[in-house]
Nanobody
């Protein structure tokens, strides 16, 4: 059974940083691309970042490029999202997803506010 468990969300001031973690189980983690999505209040869910398997390549939403970094630790079956220079518009529930599959975590709330 595939399980994805996010952690690391919270309240942070504008300009601050957070690191989200997603612990995966139930599949061979190192063989799959992984993604982070977010859904802000009153908005549709959007893809934030993806880390692929082949070539260790990454893809980012334009609005987070240069501020967010997705990474993975295959030994720990965990994918991370390092978020720096946070803005109020980054406020959302952040979800971890096994890319191309309908496997989602429960989400973790990130609130950027002074």
């Amino acid at each position: 059974q595939v399980q994805l468990v996010e952690s690391g969300g919270g309240l942070v001031q504008p300009g601050g940083s957070l690191r989200l973690s997603c612990a995966a189980s139930g599949f061979t983690f190192s063989s799959y691309a992984m993604s982070w999505y977010r859904q802000g209040p009153g908005k549709e869910r959007e893809l934030v970042a993806t880390t692929r398997v082949v070539g260790d390549s990454t893809v980012y939403l334009d609005s987070v490029k240069g501020r967010f970094t997705i990474s993975r630790d295959n030994a720990k079956n965990t994918v991370y999202l390092q978020m720096n220079s946070l803005k109020p518009e980054d406020t959302a529930v952040y979800y971890c997803k096994r890319t191309y599959y309908n496997n989602w975590g429960q989400g973790t709330q990130v609130t950027v506010s002074s």
